[in-house]
């Protein structure tokens, strides 16, 4: 079936170091491809999303870029800071059929980032 | 713009019991998704509403049920709860996905159900 795999974590940085986390899939077709991250306590909130290969994604200063030749859709930000700590959740969906409202997860990477 | 709502935000409940949760989705949002959050098993899918249908429905067993009202409102009961229920519940609501881009969906900020 269709899988999200994400790195494992979890991941410790220093403030303003580069960031990467690594996320590939499986599919059938061409999905769309979601970065969401969730702060303590709280819901998911979307961070990015691309639609279709070669589509990059970005919003404050993070990016991925929809690799369809190596299946992935790895984040990146150049220069973290301590308020980017929290879990990070790769995510596909598919549309219609049996696949309407349904995002498949990866198991999440926890960063965290210290001063 | 308001946010996708849950209520409650807590609750405690026994085995046996059951339960009702809600979502309010984003105003001039038609679907709605719900997920299991837990450690061990991660974010999984539960079901979808459109237009007051389920459309999609995961890997759960029937006592995991919802409905969606004509203002997209929806509810989800869990029924004869077990201690391995106790987990987030996430609700999600995104547009109307028969263009087939996009799929964007907006989460609540859940609703903590522990069973006991």
């Known amino acids: 079936g269709n899988s999200v795999t994400q790195m494992e974590g979890p991941v410790t940085l220093s403030e303003e170091a580069f960031l990467t986390i690594n996320c590939t899939y499986t599919?059938?077709?061409?999905?769309?491809l979601f970065w969401y991250v969730q702060y303590p306590g709280e819901g998911l909130q979307l961070l990015l999303k691309?639609?279709?290969?070669?589509d990059k994604g970005s919003n404050k200063g993070f990016e991925a870029t929809y690799r369809k030749e190596t299946t992935s859709f790895h984040l990146e930000k150049g220069s973290v800071q301590v308020s980017d700590s929290a879990v990070y959740f790769c995510?596909?969906?598919?549309?219609?059929?049996?696949?309407?409202?349904?995002?498949?997860f990866g198991q999440g990477t926890i960063l965290t980032v210290h001063p | 713009k308001a946010g996708v709502t849950q209520t409650p935000r807590y609750l405690i409940k026994t085995r046996g019991q059951q339960v009702t949760l809600s979502c309010s989705p984003i105003s001039g949002h038609r679907s709605v998704s719900w997920y299991q959050q837990t450690p061990g098993q991660g974010l999984q899918f539960l079901f979808e509403y459109f237009s007051e249908t389920q459309r999609n429905k995961g890997n759960f067993p029937g006592r995991f049920s919802g409905r969606q009202f004509s203002n997209s409102r929806s509810e989800m009961n869990v029924s004869t709860l077990e201690l391995g229920d106790s987990a987030l519940y996430l609700c999600?609501?995104?547009?109307?996905?028969?263009?087939?881009?996009?799929?964007?969906?907006?989460f609540g900020p859940g609703t903590r159900l522990t069973v006991t």
């Open positions: 599919a059938t077709g061409y999905p769309s």
């Open positions: 999600a609501s995104s547009l109307d996905l028969r263009q087939g881009v996009g799929h964007e969906q907006y």
């Open positions: 691309a639609t279709k290969a070669d």
């Open positions: 995510a596909q969906a598919y549309a219609g059929g049996t696949s309407y409202g349904k995002l498949t």
